[in-house]
């Protein structure tokens, strides 16, 4: 019974590890594919003349981009 039961641990485990690395890589392309049709918004704004909808800048420290330093 002992053994049955490390069998099915070890195949719980092996099976584990690759669903994470896979889970993993479809968030990191989700990620990517946003980044691009942002791109590809910006772009056309730009291709059509019209200045893009920009997001505020972060703040790092406390100050704004391009402020007086």
Do not use: K, W, Y
Not at 25 to 45: G, K
Not at 46 to 65: K, S
Request: proline share 7%.
């Amino acid at each position: 019974m002992i053994s049955l039961q490390a069998f099915d641990g070890a195949l719980a485990l092996t099976a584990l590890l690759p669903s994470a690395v896979i889970a993993e890589q479809r968030n990191t392309r989700r990620s990517v594919e946003r980044a691009c049709q942002e791109l590809v918004e910006v772009l056309e704004h730009l291709t059509a003349g019209e200045p893009p909808a920009l997001r505020p800048p972060r703040e790092e420290d406390g100050r704004r981009h391009g402020a007086d330093r």
